[in-house]
């Protein structure tokens, strides 16, 4: 299994990024995929979640700004994320709960500055 990240970078209050999780080694339409982050001195959270069906979740805090979606052709689980703040300055991670630990990409750095 390996997932890699992109689509991280500088953007300033109000802005917006979309990050990408190209997805190998597994049957990508069968898993639900995840985003995850981690900002410094924080511990990981789930940001938003889309099962193999299309059916989403997302955290409180995120709502109504960020839209997580899929393109099973592509094997690739993607993150718009508009109306960025301060505060979604992390890590962002890419998870699959493939085998029985799941798996995790190599992270993606999103800072959010003026």
């Known amino acids: 299994v390996q997932l890699v990240e992109s689509g991280g970078g500088l953007v300033q209050p109000g802005g917006s990024l979309r990050l990408s999780c190209a997805a190998s080694g597994f049957t990508f339409s069968r898993y639900g995929m995840s985003w995850y982050r981690q900002a410094p001195g924080k511990q990981r959270e789930l940001v938003a979640a889309i099962s193999s069906g299309g059916s989403t979740n997302y955290a409180d805090s995120v709502k109504g700004r960020f839209t997580i979606s899929r393109d099973n052709a592509k094997n690739t689980v993607y993150l718009q994320m508009n109306s960025l703040q301060s505060e979604d300055t992390a890590v962002y991670y890419c998870?699959?709960?493939?085998?029985?630990?799941?798996?995790w990409g190599q992270g993606t750095q999103v800072t959010v500055s003026s």
């Open positions: 998870y699959a709960k493939v085998g029985l630990f799941g798996s």
